[in-house]
Each structure stands twice: as structure tokens, then as C-alpha cells.
């Protein structure tokens, strides 16, 4: 499936609230991919280790969105949504993340994650 301009700067913005919030665990420098089959090993060992993946999603109130909404804001609070998404760290460890954004990308950001 292709994936328009806008959705894919959506998702960006949404990663960077990720990262900027934190929630992305202590980054690491990424290894060199490995060849044969000790590195499939090492891998397969690493996914099988990961819990589950999961997502879920919600709506959120005026209330809950606090000082980071406010009237004249691209999109009102109606048409957003709380989707908590499990995903890596560049630690390689699981993490459960919080993203708030428009509905519309609801669909997209959780095949992404």
C-alpha cells in the first residue's frame, strides 16, 4: 500500500513526539548487520525475546490534551485519538509508547508500529 506525502510527514511528526517525549529508551548505535548463520541465530533469539506486539486506541478529551491543545488548533480534540503502541528501542528492549494524533492516520500509524 502506498503511503501519500501527508501521512508519511504525520508519521514523522509522530515518531519525533516519540522521541522527544522520551519514551524511545537510551539510544544506541545500531550493530552492523552480521551475515551467516550464526547472525539469523542471534536474531531469531533476539525477536523471540520481545513481548508481543500490541496496539490500542482511544479517544481523548479537552481536558486529558491539557496546555497542548487549545482553541485555533489544526484539529479538535474530537478528532483525535490516543493510540498506544508497543515498539524497540535502539536499545533493542520493548517499549509502550503514547502518540496523539488526527484520526484520519489512526489506520497507518498502526501498521507503521
Known sequence: ??????????L?????VLLAG????PASAAPAAGTG????????RAAAALPAYRTSVRTVTREELGASWRPGCAVA??????ITVRYVG???RAYDGVIVMNKQYVGVTQRVF
Do not use: C, E
Not at 522520551?22 to 529508551?25: R, V
Not at 548463520?37 to 531469531?44: C, G, H, K, N
Open 37 to 44: 548463520v550464526v547472525a539469523q541465530q542471534a536474531s531469531a
Open 1 to 10: 500500500m502506498a503511503v501519500s506525502p501527508r501521512a508519511r510527514r504525520a
Open 12 to 16: 514523522a511528526a509522530a515518531a519525533l
Open 77 to 82: 480534540p474530537k478528532d483525535l485519538r490516543q
Open 22 to 25: 522520551g519514551l524511545a529508551g
Open 90 to 92: 535502539g536499545n533493542g
